[in-house]
Nanobody, 120 residues
Framework: EVQLVESGGGSVQAGGSLRLSCAVS????????IGWFRQAPGKEREGVSC????????YYSDSAKGRFTISTDNAKKAVYLQMNDLKPEDTAVYYC?????????????WGKGTLVIVSP
């Protein structure tokens, strides 16, 4: 059974930092791309960051570049999203995803999400 369990969300003031974690089970990092999507109130889901199988390709959305860092711990089967210099527009539910292959298409497995609230 595939499980993706996010944690680390919360409330923070603008300029602050949060580190999201995703505990992954039932898929292997060698042949899946693991990513983070988010959905803000009233908006569509958007891809934030993705790390491909074997860490060969890393993607960041324009809004995440320079502020967010994705990383993996293969031994712990975890994926992290370090978010710095947070802005109110980063407020959203953040989801961890796993897709077979090298791209985060959001068509595979999803976690239930963790809420991030950034106040001005």
């Amino acid at each position: 059974e595939v499980q993706l369990v996010e944690s680390g969300g919360g409330s923070v003031q603008a300029g602050g930092s949060l580190r999201l974690s995703c505990a992954v089970s039932g898929v292997t990092f060698d042949d899946h791309a693991i990513g983070w999507f988010r959905q803000a109130p009233g908006k569509e889901r958007e891809g934030v960051s993705c790390i491909s199988a074997s860490d060969t390709i890393i993607y960041y959305s324009d809004s995440a570049k320079g502020r967010f860092t994705i990383s993996t711990d293969n031994a712990k089967k975890a994926v992290y999203l370090q978010m710095n210099d947070l802005k109110p527009e980063d407020t959203a539910v953040y989801y961890c995803t796993a897709d077979p292959g090298y791209r985060c298409l959001g068509k595979g497995y999803w976690g239930k999400g963790t809420l991030v609230i950034v106040s001005p």
